[in-house]
């Protein structure tokens, strides 16, 4: 069974930082591609980054780049997201999404974690 | 990036009768070379994670019923319960996998009437 367990959400002043993890379980972690998502209390879905499954390759959406880093770690089969910087417009819960397509970025995501939620406030 | 807009926001059917859920982008997203369009479907029940339903537009997940379809092309697709049931309450998005950025719609919320 597939498993995505994210952890480090949390409260954080404007400006201070944050890292997330995800441990998966259940796949072959080191071939597939992995996202967060994030979703703001009560929004709509808003995509972040993706990390290609050997690590070699990253992307992220304009309102995260330069303050935001995905690695991952295949010998742990652990996700990593490094937020800095962080504003009050990150609030939101951060999905880990496993890609569905082995060895590519297909950006269809047919497993999501629970959750963690970051709320940056003062 | 491609805008997502689903249409209505939220709506409200009896029991055992057609839900639609229109989902149309700012471009299209058919890649003429495989023929197919990059547009996915999800469900996300209260305080869940969203659960992949469909994909390449009209493609059913394993283990979907298959009171729910999709169709459409292009910049235009639906999303149909053919047969409301009380476990489909829920929100649905629709979501583009056609460019770098995949984006999503605003969702639709459905109700029991």
């Known amino acids: 069974e597939v498993q995505l367990v994210e952890s480090g959400g949390g409260l954080v002043q404007p400006g201070g930082s944050l890292r997330l993890s995800c441990s998966a379980s259940?796949?072959?972690?080191?071939?597939?591609?992995m996202h967060w998502v994030r979703q703001a209390p009560g929004k709509g879905l808003e995509y972040v980054s993706v990390?290609?499954?050997?690590?070699?390759?990253?992307y992220y959406t304009d309102s995260v780049k330069g303050r935001f880093t995905i690695s991952r770690d295949n010998s742990k089969n652990t996700l990593y997201l490094q937020m800095s910087s962080l504003r009050a417009e990150d609030t939101a819960i951060y999905y880990c999404?496993?890609?569905?397509?082995?060895?590519?970025?297909?950006?269809?995501?047919?497993?999501w974690g629970q959750g963690t939620l970051v709320t940056v406030s003062s | 990036d491609i805008v997502m807009t689903q249409s209505p926001d939220s709506l409200a059917v009896s029991l055992g009768e057609r839900a639609t859920i229109n989902c149309k982008s700012s471009?299209?997203?058919?890649?003429?070379?495989?023929?197919?369009?990059?547009l996915a479907w999800y469900q996300q029940k209260p305080g869940q994670p969203p659960k992949l339903l469909i994909h390449w537009a009209s493609t059913r997940e394993s283990g979907v019923p298959d009171r729910f379809s999709g169709s459409g092309s292009g910049t235009d697709f639906t999303l149909t319960i053919s047969s409301l049931q009380a476990e489909d309450v829920a929100v649905y998005f629709c979501?583009?996998?056609?460019?770098?950025?995949?984006?999503f719609g605003q969702g639709t919320k459905l109700d029991i009437k």
């Open positions: 990390i290609s499954s050997n690590g070699a390759n990253t």
């Open positions: 471009q299209s997203v058919l890649y003429s070379s495989n023929n197919k369009n990059y």
């Open positions: 999404v496993k890609d569905s397509q082995w060895d590519q970025t297909w950006g269809v995501f047919d497993y």
């Open positions: 979501q583009q996998y056609y460019t770098t950025t995949p984006t």
């Open positions: 259940g796949f072959t972690f080191s071939t597939y591609a």
